[in-house]
Antibody
Framework: QVTLRESGPALVKPTQTLTLTCSFSGFSLTTSGMYVTWVRQPPGKALEWLALIDWDDDKYYSTSLKTRLTISKDTSENQVVLTMTNMDPVDTATYYC?????????????WGQGTMVTVSS | QSALTQPASVSGSPGQSITISCTGTSDDVGSYNLVSWYQQHPGKAPKLLIYEVTKRPSGVSNRFSGSKSGNTASLTISGLQAEDEADYYCCSYEGSSIFVFGTGTNVTVL
């Protein structure tokens, strides 16, 4: 059974750096064609794609946020970490991680439950 | 990387069919057959409904179907049911492993 779970601080102050962890099980990020992505959703607003990392450690970022984002993986721990610098109240959102496996169906097929992050002083 | 355009809301009566559009550009929807659709109930994570424009994952009702014409993809829900009341999002590949979501559509069952 494939599962993903996001974890991180519920509250961060403006200008701080946010670090979120996606812990997953049921698949390996060393498998060719495997990816983990991050998506966020401000309260009452639409989903926004943020970043993607693949089995070969290639990394891809939203054009509008790429200067603030870093995605990395720890395959031994089955974790993917997203950092976002210079946090602002507009970054208040639920942050989701999800799996993409091109060897099966090419979409974000399994999602974590999300973690809510509030940016406030 | 602008969000794909969806109608803010669509409604229908039980048993009816509704269609949600998702308009992009020749750089995303128009260029790749990697459009997916997600259903999101309040307070829940998105759930994959359609992938690669027309395909349904195992376990998803065949009342949900997808299509694409030019720069616009569509999701059709047939035999509308109360449980279909939710938000729906499209997502398209833009190349270079970049993705973009739609603006989201709230479906109301009257």
């Amino acid at each position: 059974q494939v599962t993903l779970r996001e974890s991180g601080p519920a509250l961060v102050k403006p200008t701080q750096t946010l670090t979120l962890t996606c812990s997953f099980s049921g698949f390996s990020l060393t498998t060719s064609g495997m990816y983990v992505t991050w998506v966020r959703q401000p309260p009452g607003k639409a989903l926004e794609w943020l970043a993607l990392i693949d089995w070969d450690d290639d990394k891809y970022y939203s054009t509008s946020l790429k200067t603030r984002l870093t995605i990395s993986k720890d395959t031994s721990e089955n974790q993917v970490v997203l950092t976002m610098t210079n946090m602002d109240p507009v970054d208040t959102a639920t942050y989701y991680c999800a799996r993409r496996y091109r060897g099966d169906l090419d979409a974000f097929d399994i999602w974590g439950q999300g973690t809510m992050v509030t940016v406030s002083s | 990387q602008s969000a794909l355009t969806q109608p803010a809301s669509v409604s229908g009566s039980p048993g009816q069919s509704i269609t949600i559009s998702c308009t992009g550009t020749s750089d995303d929807v128009g260029s790749y057959n990697l459009v997916s659709w997600y259903q999101q109930h309040p307070g829940k994570a998105p759930k994959l409904l359609i992938y690669e424009v027309t395909k349904r994952p195992s376990g998803v009702s065949n009342r949900f179907s997808g299509s694409k014409s030019g720069n616009t993809a569509s999701l059709t829900i047939s035999g509308l049911q109360a449980e279909d009341e939710a938000d729906y999002y499209c997502c398209s590949y833009e190349g270079s492993s970049i993705f973009v979501f739609g603006t989201g559509t709230n479906v109301t069952v009257l």
